[in-house]
Structure formats: C-alpha cells, structure tokens
C-alpha cells in the first residue's frame, strides 16, 4: 500500500515537471505546461519583469491570440473583440505565436518588433501571452531567429504581473498597426 502510494506521487511529481523545448515550433494545444528555458532567450520571472518595466529599457511584446471574426456570419451580425489588457506600454502583436505563419503574418510580426525596437536588434525584448501559453515561447524563439540578441521570455504573462501588488495595473491595448 506504502509503495503504491509513493510511486503514485513519484508519477504525479513527473506529471508535472515542466516539457522539454521542442527542436521546432510548438503547436496546438497552446494553453499548456511550458518549458523552462528557451535556448538563446533569458527567462524572467514576475519580479525581475517589473524590474525591467520600471527601468523602462526593455520593450515588452504581448502576442495573446485575437479572436477573427468567423467568415460565415451574417451579413449585419454585430462583432466585438475580446479586449485585451497588458502591462502599461506593452506593444500588442496578436496572432503572432501560431506554430506556423502565413507569409502576412510573419511580415507583421517583423514589422512589429522593427516598430517597437526602432530597428535596434540588440535592443531589449520582453516577450509574454499568458501563463502556460506556448505562443510566447514560439514568438521569443522566431525573435532570436530573425537576430535579435536580447530576447527575454516572460512566461507568467499577465496572470503573473497581477501578482505583485507594487506593479502597475494593467491597461487596455490594442493590436499593432502596420503602417
């Protein structure tokens, strides 16, 4: 009985050790346990995010999917997003962590992070979705493959930042426009 029980926790311990970084891009399911590391990156915690945030030298890069409105509405059917709040100044590139890209899509990525770090690759990036979001990871890593060299993955997201009372609340954004 004893033994049954350890294994049992011993398998329940494994259960919930953190994925290994796959070799590609991770695809769907994407709300799941993920790694702890990303080859390349640094990987922050709430704490040294807000440290970053108040220094105000890093650029902070939400890419939270957004709802598309379905093709086959109505003619006439009202459509909202869902509204998306982010850490103050945080530069929202919705739709940008997906295993694979369209062409449009990677084109809007880049142009986001030119955008947002002024040309500079070696300008800082903090890059964050969700807690246990894999689209961050996917978007930190096409980051460190288009050369940019300060890669910061936030993993915690939002859900995170919450969590430290002296942090700033967070605010409406809304998605990036390519000029």
Known sequence: ?????????????ALAQAPPEPEGYRGPPYAAPVPETL???TVV?????????????????DVMPRDVRP?????GTIWRDTPRDSMPGAIWLPNTGFQALSPKEDAYLRAGLDQA???DLDRPIVIF????????????????EVGYTEVIWYPDGPEGWVT????????RVEPFEDP
């Open 1 to 13: 009985m004893r033994l049954a029980l350890v294994l049992a926790m011993l398998a329940g311990a």
């Open 39 to 41: 080859t390349g990156a």
């Open 45 to 61: 915690d709430t704490a040294t995010a807000a440290a970053l945030h108040r220094e105000g030298k890093a650029v902070f890069i």
């Open 71 to 75: 093709a086959d509405l109505p003619e």
């Open 117 to 119: 770090t002024q040309g």
């Open 129 to 144: 979705c969700r807690a246990d979001c894999w689209m961050s990871w996917n978007v930190a890593k096409r980051a460190l």
């Open 164 to 171: 430290l009372p002296e942090n700033p609340p967070l605010q």
